[in-house]
Structures are given as structure tokens and as C-alpha cells.
């Protein structure tokens, strides 16, 4: 009998499997026959799986729950959908059902699940989709999050490795969510912090989405539990490499801060040691680096798009209130896959 | 030596508790850790590197690691100051030393090597015997007393020994760093040139 496959330890600091054991997992399972009108499918590791119904019209599915990351039942509600939602428009799709995915433990108050739920459907409804229903079990601890089916012409998806040598990338959300709930879980977070990092995780990145359609965007994807530099690697699909210019990237400041104070998480860890030798760093400082590496939870959209548009998108972005910059650029393949300068 | 066990905590929790332990020591000395993964060990050694302590870890057995940082003994200079921490001496005083750091790098050549000569230096002058009275920074130095500079824990070190830390206002406003200084205070040229003027040796690494 041949050994079953043995899967990642788990327990760390946030849910999400290392990017390394991930691809070591799914690269022993069976493939089935193909199918030319599956789009997009985990081969690519893209953020959701995109199925073409007619020449106009394909699927978008995707599904994301995790743990608590706050206190509050009802804003983890809502991040845990906006973060599922995010996949949807991280492939310029647009939002129409959700199924809730819920793990609760059955001794614990259903008032704290209501707060849970009525916080997610608050979101789907601000993302213009219909709740249709879910699936609940009894667990030992509380987990939360959608399964989400959304629409998008197949010629329009924004894939996330199709960027180009010379192409801008903005983002459109600050980094350092991941180290300030950190920082939180051991009240060392200002309350100014975590509002802050709140107000971020909760937003839905519908409108950046939506924005980006009037652009000639080449690729996107949204960052997650792999930080900037490991979804940045995933576009940059070992074909170019990257320039970022730290000074650009929008952070918070407070996640610089807890950083120097090494409030550090085990996934910025893990996703170091994944990107490795990938990434050269030149007067970056030390809590910057652990920015770049930081897990985002409900994190920004990465956009690569012609550097001549890039402009108008940022400030079209910024008009709207979000705070999205211009933060590097594609460039053809190169010794390093990201060089990080000041 | 303090005893940190830090089993079956997830991170940052065994950060955490390690600094507490060496906030205990007050001075120089060693903290042991034990974890149990690796990535724990990593982020140990992470803070150990960025701090400047000494760090050395093993594996005990499967799920058992166990980290130790020694605080107070340089691991990168060759400068001989040994475990003790920094004396001002009246001399010290005296001399009138002021040392000047007009670039965040060190040398002329690689600015990767240059930046961390300049990490080096300054964690170097705050292990002296004899301190300086004062440290000017000014032009691509004022980025060492700012927010994100490896050398602030150092800056911060020589301020609380008494060492007078004065960054170019001029410099801050230039590189928009005005909001981000985070040690000492802020000076202007006319500062500048009579610190230079009266002092009695100038150190320009």
C-alpha cells in the first residue's frame, strides 16, 4: 500500500497554509480530463476558477473562510466576506450569489453566529449579490466565510500572471493588516491601529475592481495571506521580474512600528522562506521587509497595466478614496524575480 | 541565565515573552527559549539579528527547540569593548567629541555594504569607553535618526547615556522625513557650525 500523503502541520499565527506546502500538496493530486472551457483553474493559482458558459459569459467561484482575526463577531462578518468577495473582483468579475460556510461550536451563544452572519450578508448585499444559502457544522472552534459565483465575460477576465515587461503595478490598499491584528491578539495594537486596520479589511474592493475596467489592465490579483512579494512571484509566474520602490507602497505606519517592537507573525515567516532567494532587498528597513511580507487579510488589488495609464488609474483611484499608489514596475526577467529599493 | 518557556505558543507570543525576559535583565546576560516549531526560531533570531544580540539555537528533539540570546556582547564588530555595557567617562566628556554622519552608508563602493558599515559604526560608538558629546546628522545621515533606521535602537542607546543627538532640520524637511525623526532633536545650520567650531576632535566615519 502506497503511504498517504501527509499534509502540512498546522497551528501558527494565521489559518493559510504556506504557499511552499501548498503547491507541494496539490501537486500530487490526480488531473482529471481537460476541459478547454475551464479558464482558469488552480493550475494557474489564480484567485478563483473561471468556467466560459457561452462566448459572452463565464462563471467566477471562489470560496474563503478562516478564524476570527478581531474580537467582534459582527466585523469578523464582515471581513471574512469582503475578503471572499475580493476574489470575484480580483478577476473583474461581478458579484451574484453567496452560500455562508460556517463552523461554530454548539455550546457557544447563536447570538455571536447571528453577529457573524448578519455582518456577512451585509456585505453581499453592498456587493450587489443575494445570499442563497450555506452550510453549518459543529466544531470546536468558530470559522466563517462565503462561497461566492460571480459573472465576467470571458474576453474581460483579469488574469493574475499576464502582466508585461514595462508595466506599472499599483495597489490599492495599505499593507500591515496581518501585524496589527497581531499586534492586537497580545494588546499591543493603539485602538487607533486596529479601527484603522478595520475600516481597511472591511472595504470591498468593488470599486477598485470596477475602476480598473475603464483601463487597459493586464493582470490583477488581490493580496492575501502570501503578503505583496508572494503575490507579486505568482504574477510574475517565474517569466519577468519586479522593481518596488518601498518608499511607495502604502503601509500603515503603525504595522512599521510593531514590527520594530518584532511583533512578528509565523505566516510573514513562512512566506519569507517561500520567496527566499527570489527577493533582493537594498536599504530596505528590517520592519519594512516584514511589511512586504506581512499576510493580508481582505487585502488591495496588485494591478499590472501599461505604464503610460498607470497615472490616470492612481489618481482615478485615489479620487475615489482609496489609497492606492503606483509601486514598481514589471521588468524583463532578471537575476532576482523582486528587487525592493528604497 | 532566565528561563523563557515559550511551548505550544504561537507567534508572537514567544517574542514576546523573550523580550520581556530581557527587559528583566536589566543589562547584559542570556535568555534561553524553548519553542516548538521552527518559524518561531526563525522570528527569534530575526530579533535577536536586528537588536544586535548575540543568538544561537539547536534543536533538542522533534518539536522541541530551544534559542538563546545573549544581550550586551557585540556579534559583528571586531571592536574589542567587550560585555560591558557603555561608560562615559568625565575625559570622554572633556575631549569634546562630536562625530559627524553626513550619508546613511559608510565608504565609498556598495551602498548595501556601505549601509550596513554605517549600522556597524554606530553600534561600535556605543559600546566606546569614551563616548562623544555629540552626534550631527545631517544630509542622508538624518535618515539614521529616523523611523525605520537600523542604527535607532543604537542612536537611542547613546542619548540615554547622555550623548547629545542633533539631526539638520533642513536635511528632515528635504527628505520629508520631518514627521518620522525618532530620536534627539531637531538642529540648523548655525548649531551646526558652532558645534563643529568648538569641538576638540570630529569623527567622520
Known amino acids: 500500500m502506497e503511504p498517504s500523503i501527509v499534509f502540512c502541520r498546522g497551528g501558527g499565527c494565521t489559518a493559510k497554509l504556506g504557499a511552499g506546502v501548498l503547491s507541494h500538496v496539490l501537486e500530487k493530486l490526480p488531473k482529471g480530463p481537460p476541459d478547454e472551457n475551464l479558464l482558469i483553474g488552480y493550475d494557474s493559482r489564480d484567485d478563483a476558477a473561471v468556467y466560459k458558459l457561452t462566448d459572452d459569459l463565464a462563471v467566477v467561484q471562489t470560496l474563503d473562510f478562516f478564524p476570527p482575526m478581531v474580537d467582534d463577531p459582527y466585523l469578523f462578518g464582515q471581513i471574512a466576506a469582503a475578503n471572499a468577495l475580493s476574489d470575484i473582483y480580483a478577476m473583474g468579475g461581478e458579484v451574484k450569489t453567496a452560500l455562508n460556510i460556517v463552523c461554530f461550536p454548539e455550546k457557544m451563544d447563536l447570538n455571536i453566529l447571528g453577529r457573524i452572519l448578519q455582518g456577512g450578508s451585509e456585505k453581499v448585499i453592498e456587493a450587489g449579490g443575494i445570499l442563497a444559502g450555506g452550510h453549518s457544522i459543529a466544531d470546536d472552534s468558530v470559522k466563517y466565510g462565503l462561497s461566492v459565483t460571480g459573472i465576467v465575460h470571458p474576453e474581460k477576465i483579469y488574469p493574475n500572471n499576464a502582466c508585461q515587461p514595462g508595466d506599472a503595478l499599483i495597489l490599492t490598499k495599505r499593507l500591515g493588516v496581518g501585524i496589527i491584528c497581531t499586534a492586537g491578539r497580545v494588546a499591543q495594537a493603539s485602538p487607533e491601529?486596529?479601527?484603522?486596520?478595520?475600516?481597511?479589511?472591511?472595504?470591498?474592493?468593488?470599486?477598485?475592481?470596477?475602476?480598473c475596467r475603464e483601463f487597459p489592465v493586464h493582470a490583477?490579483?488581490?493580496?492575501?495571506?502570501?503578503?505583496?512579494?508572494?503575490?507579486?512571484?505568482?504574477?510574475?509566474?517565474?517569466?519577468?521580474?519586479?522593481?518596488?520602490?518601498?518608499?511607495?507602497?502604502?503601509?500603515?505606519?503603525?504595522?512599521?512600528?510593531?514590527?520594530?517592537?518584532?511583533?512578528?507573525?509565523?505566516?510573514?515567516?513562512r512566506n519569507r522562506n517561500h520567496a527566499g532567494s527570489a527577493v533582493r532587498f537594498e536599504n530596505v528597513p528590517f520592519a519594512m521587509e516584514e511589511v512586504l511580507f506581512d499576510p493580508q487579510t481582505s487585502g488591495g488589488l496588485l494591478i499590472a497595466l501599461p505604464k503610460e495609464s498607470a497615472p490616470a488609474l492612481e489618481a482615478k483611484l485615489q479620487a475615489a478614496g482609496l489609497p492606492a499608489a503606483i509601486v514598481g514596475t514589471i521588468t524583463e526577467k532578471s537575476q532576482e524575480a523582486i528587487l525592493i529599493t528604497k | 541565565m532566565i528561563h523563557v518557556n515559550a511551548m505550544g505558543d504561537a507567534c508572537p507570543i514567544p517574542v514576546v515573552k523573550t523580550k520581556n525576559a530581557i527587559a528583566q535583565l536589566g543589562g547584559p546576560g542570556s535568555v534561553e527559549t524553548l519553542v516548538d516549531n521552527e518559524i518561531a526560531v526563525q522570528n527569534l533570531t530575526k530579533m535577536a539579528n536586528q537588536k544586535g544580540y548575540a543568538v544561537r539555537s539547536e534543536k533538542l528533539e522533534p518539536g522541541k527547540f530551544r534559542v538563546v540570546m545573549t544581550v550586551g556582547e557585540p556579534v559583528e564588530e571586531e571592536t574589542a569593548a567587550g560585555e560591558e555595557a557603555c561608560l562615559i567617562t568625565p575625559e570622554g566628556k572633556k575631549k569634546n567629541t562630536v562625530v559627524v554622519l553626513s550619508a546613511s552608508t559608510m565608504g565609498t563602493g556598495s551602498d548595501e555594504l556601505g549601509t550596513a558599515l554605517m549600522k556597524g559604526f554606530v553600534y561600535a560608538l556605543c559600546q566606546q569607553d569614551t563616548l562623544p558629546s555629540t552626534?550631527?546628522?545631517?544630509?542622508?545621515?538624518?535618515?539614521?535618526?529616523?523611523?525605520?533606521?537600523?542604527?535607532l535602537e543604537d542612536l537611542k542607546s547613546l542619548e540615554a547615556q547622555g550623548v547629545e543627538i542633533l539631526t539638520c532640520g533642513t536635511c528632515l524637511n528635504y527628505y520629508g522625513l520631518t514627521e518620522k525623526l525618532r530620536v534627539g532633536q531637531v538642529t540648523n545650520m548655525y548649531a551646526i557650525a558652532e558645534k563643529m567650531m568648538q569641538a576638540s576632535c570630529i569623527v567622520r566615519p
Request: proline fraction near 1%.
Open chain 1, 193 to 211: 491601529a486596529m479601527d484603522a486596520a478595520i475600516a481597511s479589511m472591511t472595504t470591498l474592493n468593488k470599486q477598485a475592481s470596477q475602476i
Open chain 1, 220 to 269: 490583477c490579483t488581490d493580496v492575501t495571506g502570501f503578503g505583496l512579494i508572494g503575490h507579486l512571484l505568482e504574477m510574475l509566474d517565474g517569466r519577468y521580474s519586479a522593481r518596488i520602490h518601498a518608499d511607495r507602497v502604502p503601509v500603515f505606519s503603525q504595522a512599521l512600528e510593531y514590527a520594530d517592537e518584532f511583533l512578528l507573525t509565523a505566516a510573514a515567516q
Open chain 2, 135 to 151: 552626534v550631527l546628522l545631517y544630509n542622508g545621515g538624518a535618515a539614521l535618526s529616523c523611523e525605520g533606521s537600523a542604527s
